[in-house]
């Protein structure tokens, strides 16, 4: 079989991507469209005499900001049931976490440098394997193994991706013109200011700092087809990458 799951599963891959994207403010979700401006009822509480949008334009100018952060993400596909991840990535492409791509099973990801680390649990290597005996060659080869590939290698391209901080974060615009105060909340324990807005049958829920730098915590997605919920936390702080030790390395090319 190969190093990594054919690609068929790079819809899969791409679907995540999108789910875990800060394109979700856009391109995936309600939060972000244009619409007519709304002041806050009240100056009062957090950042008083600011509308939800303004707020939220503060919070997209913040997390722009960061130079790494851990993104928890979980999305129900229509057709590919539930993806999520849990990933600390960084602008200089280092990463670190895990990946459950749907009904196909989970991987393990490092990335440091051009180097990626790969280790797919038991569910993931059987479904990509063709017949028993492959089944019980990828399983005795590769389970509880870590896989290693360059970057740019075709089969883990697709992977590597996760590890671009620039590309979760550049569908932020701040320019919302639509999100509304919502009350306060917490997210972690942290205390936030909560803002929502709904846009053809979805609505869109944005946690933003209450104290300190107005990162954006948490966004979550109701209604629609594909529901979603994001986390951003450990803003600025080193990806924990530990390359792994050499007997638990396997090299396939």
Same mark, same amino acid.
């Given at each position: 079989? $190969?190093?990594?799951?054919?690609?068929?599963?790079?819809?899969?891959?791409? !679907?995540?991507?999108?789910? !875990?994207?800060?394109?979700?403010?856009?391109?995936?979700?309600?939060?972000?469209?244009?619409?007519?401006?709304?002041?806050?009822?009240?100056?009062?509480?957090?950042?008083?005499?600011?509308?939800?949008?303004?707020?939220?334009?503060?919070?997209? +100018?913040?997390?722009?900001?960061?130079?790494?952060?851990?993104?928890?993400?979980?999305? @129900? #596909? +229509?057709?590919? *049931?539930?993806?999520?991840?849990?990933?600390?990535?960084?602008?200089? *492409?280092?990463?670190?976490?895990?990946?459950?791509?749907? +009904?196909?099973?989970?991987?393990?990801?490092?990335?440091?440098?051009?180097?990626?680390?790969?280790?797919?649990?038991?569910?993931?290597?059987?479904?990509?394997?063709?017949?028993? @005996?492959?089944?019980?060659?990828?399983?005795?080869?590769?389970?509880?193994?870590?896989?290693?590939?360059?970057?740019?290698?075709?089969?883990?391209?697709?992977?590597?991706?996760?590890?671009?901080?620039?590309?979760?974060?550049?569908?932020?615009?701040?320019?919302? #013109?639509?999100?509304?105060?919502?009350?306060?909340?917490?997210?972690?324990?942290?205390? +936030?200011?909560?803002?929502?807005?709904?846009?053809?049958?979805?609505?869109?829920? !944005?946690?933003?700092? !209450?104290?300190?730098?107005?990162?954006?915590?948490?966004?979550?997605?109701? *209604? *629609?087809?594909?529901?979603?919920?994001? #986390?951003?936390?450990?803003?600025? @702080?080193?990806? $924990?990458?530990?390359?792994?030790?050499?007997?638990?390395?396997?090299?396939?090319?």
């Amino acid at each position: 079989m $190969p190093a990594v799951p054919p690609a068929r599963l790079r819809r899969l891959a791409l !679907a995540s991507l999108c789910a !875990a994207s800060a394109l979700a403010l856009t391109a995936c979700g309600p939060l972000g469209r244009t619409a007519e401006a709304s002041r806050p009822s009240s100056p009062s509480g957090p950042y008083p005499g600011l509308s939800g949008s303004e707020i939220l334009n503060r919070a997209i +100018t913040a997390t722009k900001s960061a130079t790494s952060l851990r993104l928890r993400f979980a999305t @129900e #596909t +229509t057709e590919d *049931g539930p993806i999520g991840g849990d990933l600390a990535v960084d602008t200089e *492409g280092d990463c670190a976490g895990t990946l459950q791509m749907g +009904t196909e099973g989970g991987v393990e990801i490092l990335k440091t440098g051009d180097t990626v680390y790969l280790r797919f649990d038991e569910k993931m290597l059987r479904s990509q394997a063709e017949g028993e @005996e492959e089944t019980r060659a990828a399983l005795d080869l590769l389970l509880g193994k870590w896989v290693r590939e360059k970057a740019d290698a075709a089969d883990a391209e697709d992977f590597a991706e996760f590890c671009d901080l620039d590309s979760y974060l550049e569908g932020f615009q701040a320019d919302d #013109t639509a999100a509304k105060r919502a009350g306060e909340s917490t997210v972690g324990g942290a205390p +936030t200011v909560v803002l929502k807005e709904d846009h053809q049958g979805e609505k869109a829920t !944005a946690h933003v700092a !209450a104290k300190g730098t107005p990162h954006l915590l948490r966004l979550q997605v109701t *209604g *629609g087809d594909e529901p979603m919920d994001m #986390t951003f936390s450990e803003f600025d @702080e080193p990806v $924990p990458v530990e390359k792994p030790a050499a007997q638990d390395i396997v090299d396939l090319d």
